[in-house]
């Protein structure tokens, strides 16, 4: 659905963008994830026709965005990282215009916007000026926006940005419904939590480069198969049963703080080793669990920061 | 491009200015001061149909000032504030080209200046043929191709602020460009070709193509030349002997400066990158 090929920016001698590629299937909820900074408005900017490749190119229902961007708009709904609206109109004036442009009748159209408002939870303010919103509303109404074209497509930049736990919330599982109704979503974030509860396959961007892609499970596999991290909480920690423990071999890691121990081994045998040698030493084992590593810390590793 | 696209954002622009300040403003001025110059000249006027045509051509005169503030002011914004308010990557993540932007935010302001205008305008003549008896067919339909030549006159100086609104980064400095350009700059060009001509020598009863050019090159030039339609006469000045040009070389020249600076703007904004 999405084809991004060999994409590269520059800005006065600045790459912003080094030679990305990557592919976008039909009914994917794809995440498109690197720090601030990373190049990742900077690719969907390209992807909408805000800005223009330095060269490489983006195809997107087989057709190239710089020659056919109104054929191809037609069928994607876009919500940007920074939303920005007229704020002398109500929301359903909005809605309404944005209808319009997509040259939709006034029925359907009237219909449509009644629908999508009520599903973002707006259909009382409907007649509130934009000015009067919060920012929650207006995401909310952002996310109402980029559906009035019942889209196959939808790109949505930091959607959950500067929204309140509760508001982000709500943002999350309208995106996950709309996954379920089989629509391919593009979801560029910095919030790995978020990522990994609605996406199903991810890229990952660092300074403009692209550095992984592949579905999230893998991703998280692929850290999780070099070993097994268990975090034992025991009584009467002490010297001995941390030398005892370091005397097994398989220990790739170990910390210790007050009366925990996190380590990381090679396999499920050294955890049973790591449970003797505790008790030989005096110590009790009160709590053993094994920490599954997350999106973040795929992250950080794949990006250096770990 | 999409008539209908051009047509929605027209239309949405318009509903736009009818609630916004600038146009109450400055538009309730103009008002006030052709219907106000209108009423004095026609009350002091001979009463006879002949003075209908050197009136409305003098009010238009007196109110000329508004018909470069008015396209100005309500267009300097057009593209820098929905950049600077970031709606303009929620309008062009439509199906939406960038032409059909600039030619539906044209039309809104363009229409919502006819809305002002020629009603006022009509207004005036009614008020004129109060005092002065009716006038003739000819009279009427000369003053409204005059209309018709302010409005391409206000049409010239919404392309220049449309085009200033592509090119700056913010509205102050847009509405600054704008003011001097087209209000200041291009009316200084035939002052300075004047003073120059002077200096050289040159005689002032021919004017040679230059000269002619220094003078069509601002709009509010073209436009006053353009009054002769209605009346030689204006502001007590026989226009025959300070205009250097026809009144068909004022309209050609007011096709032409709109056609350039459209094609500019359309051009640079279609280049123009959205970050």
């Known amino acids: 659905m999405i084809e991004v090929e060999n994409l590269r920016k520059e800005y006065d001698g600045l790459i912003a963008l080094d030679d990305i590629s990557f592919k976008v299937e039909e009914g994917e909820i794809f995440a498109f994830l690197g720090p601030n900074g990373a190049g990742k408005t900077t690719t969907i900017n390209i992807m909408m026709g805000f800005i223009y490749p330095t060269s490489g190119r983006v195809r997107i229902f087989n057709q190239d965005i710089t020659k056919n961007g109104k054929k191809i708009k037609k069928r994607i709904g876009f919500l940007p990282e920074e939303l920005g609206f007229y704020g002398t109109l109500t929301a359903y004036e909005h809605m309404d215009f944005y209808g319009r442009l997509f040259g939709m009748p006034k029925a359907e159209r009237e219909e449509r916007i009644l629908e999508l408002l009520e599903m973002v939870g707006l259909l009382e303010r409907k007649d509130s000026k934009l000015r009067e919103y919060s920012h929650g509303m207006k995401q909310r109404l952002g996310i109402a926006q980029a559906l009035i074209n019942e889209p196959e497509l939808l790109i949505l930049d930091e959607p959950t940005s500067g929204l309140d736990p509760r508001a982000s919330y709500e943002v999350r599982n309208i995106i996950k419904e709309l996954g379920k109704k089989g629509i391919t979503i593009f979801l560029s974030s910095h919030l790995l939590y978020e990522v990994q509860q609605i996406c199903d396959t991810a890229a990952i961007i660092d300074k403009g480069k692209l550095v992984k892609k592949d579905s999230i499970k893998n991703l998280i596999n692929e850290i999780k198969g070099k070993g097994i991290k268990v975090r034992i909480t025991c009584l009467n920690m002490n010297d001995d049963i941390i030398e005892a423990i370091r005397g097994i071999k398989g220990i790739q890691e170990m910390r210790t703080k007050d009366n925990k121990l996190i380590i990381k081994v090679a396999s499920d045998e050294t955890v049973a080793e790591i449970n003797s040698a505790i008790v030989k030493a005096g110590g009790k084992v009160i709590r053993m669990e094994e920490l599954v590593p997350d999106l973040e810390e795929v992250f950080l590793k794949l990006t250096g920061r770990e | ?275």
């Open chain 2, 1 to 275: 491009m999409d008539f209908s696209i051009i047509l929605t954002i027209a239309r949405k622009e318009f509903y736009e200015y009818l609630k916004t300040k600038r146009l109450l403003i400055i538009g309730g001025l103009y008002v006030a001061g052709f219907l106000l110059s209108v009423s004095i000249m026609s009350y002091y006027s001979s009463h006879s149909p002949n003075d209908f045509r050197p009136i409305i051509a003098n009010a238009h005169s007196i109110t000329s000032i508004f018909y470069i503030l008015l396209p100005i002011v309500l267009s300097y914004d057009l593209i820098v504030r929905e950049r600077s308010r970031k709606s303009i990557y929620l309008l062009l993540s439509k199906p939406v080209n960038r032409e059909e932007v600039i030619f539906g935010k044209f039309l809104g302001v363009l229409s919502i200046i006819c809305c002002v205008i020629i009603p006022i305008a009509t207004i005036g003549h009614l008020i004129t043929m109060a005092f002065c008896g009716p006038a003739g067919t000819e009279s009427i339909a000369r003053a409204y191709a005059y209309l018709g030549v302010i409005i391409l006159g206000t049409a010239c100086y919404i392309s220049l602020s449309i085009l200033f609104s592509i090119i700056t980064k913010s509205t102050a400095t847009s509405i600054i460009s704008s003011l001097i350009v087209g209000w200041f700059g291009l009316n200084m060009i035939y002052p300075i070709y004047l003073i120059f001509s002077l200096l050289a020598g040159n005689p002032l009863n021919t004017t040679p193509w230059y000269g002619k050019l220094a003078y069509a090159i601002s709009p509010s030039n073209d436009m006053d030349a353009a009054g002769r339609i209605l009346s030689e006469q204006m502001m007590g000045r026989q226009m025959g002997s300070v205009i250097p040009i026809t009144v068909s070389q004022a309209i050609l020249a007011l096709v032409i400066f709109f056609l350039i600076t459209f094609a500019i703007s359309t051009f640079i904004f279609r280049k123009k990158e959205l970050v």
